[in-house]
């Protein structure tokens, strides 16, 4: 049997998604910046699309910018809002856990003159609203926190943050990372007080290299691209149109069933944490309730590193994930900065393992899972004892 649990890494396609992809580069496949036939067909599918998301959001279809995928959107909105409203002020705000692909930009900005503060965080990953407010100052004139972490599956509470830092400053902006939280919540950048949101495709089972970025309409962004001007000048570049149609299409159908699928994402992680447990001595990271992410369940495996683990699981047919995947493979930049922020020794955090599922994840997938980490577990600590 094969087991695909590394949903946070990446996702499968859609079969119908893949099926609307090939159609457009096979069929439509035209610039969609031509004046001809070809190029109305594309750029009706791009039209298209940013209606389909910009109505998910309850935002307007000019709010939407289309980009190479979710790194791609938080350097915009980060290096771009930060450019644009140097004169304001200098300092930023996010926290000790967020993504590489905001951490940094943010030592990017930091080496361009900018002031930054890292939140911490508590031993579940949530960011203290009270140290939020203690953190504003009035040269503040962004503050960035990720909506769902990748790594331990915590949700933060985003609407207070957006309250909170309106309330103290208006002008200050509040850019969301939202890859691993849109497609599994209901997102309205304007009702929660967000000026930036950035969203991935590859997450919610659309192709890689597909994303896109909301900008508030009163956001002030310079661009970080230059090139033919495309998407009114802020993120120039021929766009990918089959893969732009892929996502729309890909996050119209998750929407579709999302109360449907979170209650069985809810079920399946409450089952599996449940049964993990029962091997002994594992620690679940983050939240195990329905206050946490339905798809991600974080485990310390005490006395196993997660290499090991996740190798002995891979032989089995089992993928799964010793961390966010684009850090994960690079051993030279430390440990995760999600489980030291929580408090994790180097030990623990060697010791964790990351599961996420998906829509297509089954019970019986992860009884098999389970049965495989019975037996294989008391086996690898002995091993360990023994080396």
């Known amino acids: 049997m094969e087991v695909y649990l590394d949903n946070s890494a990446t996702t499968r396609v859609f079969p119908e998604v893949a099926e609307l992809v090939t159609q457009i580069m096979c069929e439509d496949y035209g610039n969609p910046s031509s004046l001809h036939l070809k190029g109305v067909q594309a750029e009706r599918h791009i039209r298209n699309a940013k209606d389909t998301i910009s109505r998910l959001l309850k935002a307007d279809e000019q709010e939407i910018c289309f980009t190479s995928g ?82 331990i599956g915590t949700v933060q509470p985003i609407a207070e943050a957006g309250e909170l830092i309106k309330s103290i400053n ?14 599994k919540y209901r997102i309205y950048p304007r009702r929660m007080g967000i000026d930036l949101l950035s969203v991935s495709g ?85 939240f195990t309730g329905g206050e946490g992410a339905p798809h991600i369940v974080s485990a310390t495996v005490r006395g196993v590193r997660s290499e090991v683990l996740l190798h002995a699981l891979e032989d089995k047919g089992i993928y799964v994930s010793a961390g966010s995947a684009c850090s994960s493979n690079k051993p030279h930049t430390g440990a995760s900065a999600t489980l030291k922020g929580i408090g994790l020794d180097k030990e623990l955090a060697d010791s964790t393992i990351r599961f996420s599922m998906s829509v297509f994840t089954t019970k019986e997938e992860l009884d098999y899972t389970l049965q495989v980490m019975y037996d294989i577990i008391p086996l690898l600590r002995k091993y360990t004892r023994n080396a």
Request: hydrophobic letters at 40%.
């Open 70 to 151: 979710g790194t791609e959107a938080d350097n915009l909105a980060l290096i771009g809002c930060a450019m644009a409203n140097y004169r304001a002020g200098r300092h930023l705000i996010t926290t000790q856990i967020e993504h590489p692909a905001v951490l940094q930009p943010m030592h990017y900005l930091e080496d361009q003159g900018f002031s930054v503060t890292y939140l911490p965080v508590d031993k579940r990953g949530m960011v203290s609203l009270s140290e939020l407010r203690r953190a504003m100052r009035q040269d503040t004139i962004l503050v960035s926190i990720m909506h769902t972490n990748n790594e």
């Open 170 to 183: 208006p002008n200050t902006l509040f850019h969301v990372d939202a890859v691993q939280g849109f497609g």
């Open 202 to 286: 590859h997450k919610i089972h659309a192709p890689k290299g597909t994303g896109f970025l909301y900008v508030g309409r009163k956001v002030k962004i310079h661009n970080i691209i230059y090139g033919g001007g495309q998407q009114k000048n802020l993120r120039s570049g021929t766009e990918n149109v089959a893969g732009i149609a892929g996502m729309a299409k890909a996050a119209k159908m998750l929407y579709a069933d999302l109360d449907r699928d979170t209650e069985k994402l809810y079920a399946l992680k409450a089952y599996f944490t449940e049964e993990l447990r029962k091997i002994g001595n594992i620690q679940i990271n983050g």
